[in-house]
């Protein structure tokens, strides 16, 4: 059973299949996609989506569907999961978001991630919380900030499954239980 969580202005509930259309869309628009690895190849979206399902029958936990209630169906897709390869920092569980552009500016990814973290800290109790991305994706840098994650440049790593080229040098952003003992 997947745990729905609701925030002021969100509903992040369990993926849908009816949610396809809407995520091929926003995987589609190029303004989204510009930090990400690629979608375009064929079953690339299938096989994501297939993830998804599987890391929450496999750890209990994962990412949501957001949802902005009686306004949107579908905004974009916030959520939780085990880094899934390894580097320095694994194993590690991630904070990811990506939300269709017509949500981007509204605080929307922001609001979503912090009930994100609180499920991962007083639900899962997890010890630690990571978010990636490359250097220059300021947006998703400054919601790393918002939350309060703290970034040592020391941690910045290449990540091992993309090939060299801009999207091959990461951040580590990190942020630490609050309710864990010092
Ligand atoms: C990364 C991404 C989710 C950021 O979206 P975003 O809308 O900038 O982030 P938030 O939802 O937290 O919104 C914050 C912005 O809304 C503004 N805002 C407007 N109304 C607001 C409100 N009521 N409450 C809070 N913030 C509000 C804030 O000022 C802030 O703008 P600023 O960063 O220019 O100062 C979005 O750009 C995206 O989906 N990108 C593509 C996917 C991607 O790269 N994901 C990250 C992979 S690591």
Redesign the pocket.
């Known amino acids: 059973m997947i745990p729905t969580l609701t925030t002021p202005r969100l509903l992040l509930r369990a993926w849908r299949d009816d949610d396809l259309a809407a995520f091929e869309a926003m995987a589609a628009d190029p303004?989204?996609?510009?930090?990400?690895p690629s979608l375009r190849e064929p079953g690339a979206l299938e096989a994501w989506v297939s993830r998804l399902k599987s890391h929450w029958r496999e750890h209990g936990f994962g990412r949501w569907t957001v949802e902005l209630p009686g306004k949107a169906g579908f905004a974009?897709i916030v959520g939780l999961a085990w880094v899934p390869y390894e580097a320095h920092f694994t194993p590690a569980v991630e904070i990811?978001?990506?939300?269709?552009?017509p949500?981007?500016?509204?605080?929307?990814?922001?609001?979503?991630?912090r009930a994100a973290l609180d499920y991962g800290f007083l639900g899962l109790g997890l010890a630690e919380i990571v978010?990636?991305?490359?250097p220059a994706?300021s947006?998703?840098r400054?919601?790393m900030q918002?939350l309060g994650m703290t970034h040592d440049p020391a941690d910045d790593y290449d990540h091992p499954n993309l090939p060299d080229g801009p999207l091959k040098r990461h951040v580590l952003y990190r942020l630490r239980n609050p309710m864990a003992a010092t």
Request: charge should be positive.
């Open positions: 303004a989204v996609m510009e930090f990400l974009g990811a978001w990506r939300l269709a552009r949500y981007w500016g509204c605080g929307y990814a922001s609001e979503a991630a978010a990636v991305t490359v994706n947006r998703s400054r919601i918002r």
